[in-house]
């Protein structure tokens, strides 16, 4: 019985690493699509986040069932709420990214990018990508101190929506309102999608230490 306790508490965090995997996956295609006015992308983000939104129900179902039946207590019952938790930040990871894809829908068949923020934009689906991944890597392997450091890779994401920012409000900026409120938008998911992140590394901390992350100190 406890065997098959612990393997229900693995395929929990099995889920996780898969939802981080589909996150990864959806923000690559999305970014695709908002610089390329790839449709057939857009679409594939679009349709694609009903297996992260089927994943997170999974781990709801399993995580509550696990409670009810076993009545965890301590460690057991941190990961479990744990789990709920990240599950919730990749589910609107998912959400961010289809956001994304659906900017680009609209505009298609152009892009709703001005050409000279494409570097931006690109830097910031690249730096998406690097938080999913380093989260789902945080996940696999239980480690808390490279958990920390999501913290700071984020502050690149900030930094370039500031850029972005400083660029659509310069007064030389002649793309009309628009295109302002495509690449506000598109800014502020990204943004948003890195945030989620740093949640779901800080939701490992505690899980594997009991601490936030700001009590948590790794040993020397």
């Known amino acids: 019985m406890r065997d098959t306790y612990?393997?229900?508490l693995d395929a929990l965090s099995d889920r996780l690493i898969e939802m981080t995997r589909l996150a990864r996956h959806a923000i690559a295609r999305a970014t695709t699509a908002l610089l390329d006015a790839d449709l057939s992308a857009a679409q594939e983000v679009i349709s694609g986040d009903e297996e992260i939104n089927r994943?997170?129900?999974?781990?709801?179902?399993?995580?509550?069932?696990?409670?009810?039946?076993?009545?965890?207590?301590?460690?057991?019952?941190?990961?479990i709420i744990t789990s709920l938790h990240m599950a919730g930040d990749l589910e609107r990871m998912g959400d961010h990214a289809v956001h994304i894809a659906k900017i680009a829908?609209?505009?298609?068949?152009?892009?709703a990018i001005p050409a000279e923020l494409r570097s931006i934009?690109?830097?910031m689906g690249h730096q998406a990508e690097l938080l999913v991944i380093k989260a789902g890597e945080v996940v696999a392997n239980r480690d808390a101190e490279t958990a920390l450091e999501l913290d700071a890779d984020d502050d690149r994401m900030d930094?370039?929506?500031?850029?972005?920012?400083?660029?659509?409000?310069?007064?030389?900026?002649?793309?009309?309102v628009e295109a302002t409120?495509?690449?506000t938008l598109a800014g502020r998911f990204y943004e948003r999608f890195g945030d989620h992140a740093v949640h779901v590394a800080d939701n490992l901390v505690y899980m594997v230490?009991?601490?936030k992350p700001k009590d948590f100190e790794p040993e020397a």
């Open 121 to 123: 934009v690109l830097e």
């Open 159 to 176: 930094k370039l929506r500031r850029k972005l920012l400083r660029r659509i409000l310069d007064p030389n900026w002649e793309h009309g």
């Open 105 to 111: 829908r609209r505009r298609h068949p152009d892009s």
């Open 181 to 183: 409120m495509d690449v």
């Open 55 to 79: 994943l997170d129900e999974e781990i709801e179902v399993s995580a509550f069932d696990l409670m009810a039946r076993q009545q965890p207590v301590a460690t057991d019952l941190r990961a």
């Open 6 to 8: 612990h393997e229900e």
């Open 209 to 211: 230490t009991g601490e």
